[in-house]
Each structure stands twice: as structure tokens, then as C-alpha cells.
């Protein structure tokens, strides 16, 4: 993978993900099950990439957090944010439906992190424009590869508009 972004540097394309901006990966997971949360916070301090984990339980406490109308909103702008769909008050599509129409919000990815696998569930999602959806893992080893994987793709390779504004690139390679 770093073989094939040097070789786009070197034809001059500039290439910003999280990782090359050098600092943590910050990770908004909205879910009510604090077991599940233990789970992905675990998996994501063992990748590489240094991560935080903030915890929403409710859709409501995401979308204030996300708003800047929390107390906690001082942290910056979450890199991605997980999102479970069956949630207490407000449902999950819900929440993606409001955050996708907010100019200020739709530009963060946000991943769908369901223990539902069913189709009706997934085309939902995606009408509403979750940027991808995963089945939760029903083992720590299997949500270790899931965070090996996410941490891979959405911090190592993936440009989103806010690594790309105004960065530079330092170079890892």
C-alpha cells in the first residue's frame, strides 16, 4: 500500500490522510452497549495509530457533541464516527439523516456499526449516505481486525476534506 502512495507522490499528487498529518485519529462511537464500546475502544488503543475513543450513548449525545452543544464538544471534529443503528429516543438513521443534511456536518464519515446484518438495514444506511456498514464482531479478535482494517483504510489511505484543508504533508515514508 505505501509502495503504491509514494509512486502517486513522485507523479505529484499530494497525498494528506490522518496518518501523515502526524497526529491521533479521533473516533466518535455513538452505541448504547457499553460492552461493544469496551470492545472497539480496546481494539483501537492496540492499532498503530495512536486513536481516541469518545463515547456517545444516545444519538442525541453524538449530535451534541458534533453540534458543539455538549460540554465536551471542545475536543475536535471527530475523523469518522461509528454509529449503531438501534438506539434509545432517537434511531440511528435518524441521526444520520440529520448530520448528512448539515452542511457543517455531512463531510464526516460516518460508518454504521450494527449487530444487524439485514439488507433492509444496510440500503438504509446507505440511502441515507452512511459512508459504509459493518457488522459488529461478536469476538474481540474480530474487532481487533475490524480496527486493524478502519485504522488501515480510513486513517492510512483515505483523503477526507478536513486532512486535505490547508495540511501539510510530512513524510513517514
Not at 464500546?37 to 481494539?43: E, K, Q, T
Not at 471534529?77 to 438506539?87: A, G, K
Not at 440500503?123 to 474480530?142: I, Q
Request: glycine share 6%.
Amino acid at each position: 500500500m505505501t509502495a503504491i502512495l509514494r509512486s502517486e507522490r513522485a507523479k505529484g499528487f499530494q497525498v494528506v490522510t490522518i496518518y501523515e498529518r502526524g497526529s491521533r485519529a479521533d473516533i466518535l462511537l455513538i452505541d448504547d452497549n457499553p460492552g461493544d464500546a469496551r470492545l472497539v475502544a480496546i481494539a483501537f488503543r492496540r492499532t498503530p495509530l495512536p486513536t481516541q475513543v469518545r463515547i456517545a450513548e444516545t444519538a442525541e449525545q453524538g449530535l451534541a457533541l458534533l453540534q458543539g452543544k455538549d460540554e465536551a464538544a471542545s475536543h475536535r471534529r471527530p475523523d469518522l464516527v461509528f454509529l449503531d443503528l438501534n438506539l434509545p429516543s432517537m434511531h440511528g438513521l435518524t441521526f444520520l439523516e440529520l448530520v448528512k443534511r448539515d452542511p457543517a456536518l455531512s463531510s464526516i464519515p460516518v460508518l454504521v456499526l450494527s449487530s444487524s446484518s439485514a439488507t433492509k438495514d444496510i440500503a438504509d444506511s446507505y440511502d441515507r449516505h452512511a459512508n459504509g456498514f459493518v457488522t459488529k464482531p461478536s469476538t474481540l479478535e474480530g474487532y481487533l481486525a475490524l480496527a486493524d482494517c478502519i485504522s488501515e483504510y480510513w486513517f492510512k489511505v483515505v483523503q477526507t476534506p478536513e486532512t486535505s484543508r490547508g495540511a501539510s504533508s510530512p513524510s513517514f515514508f
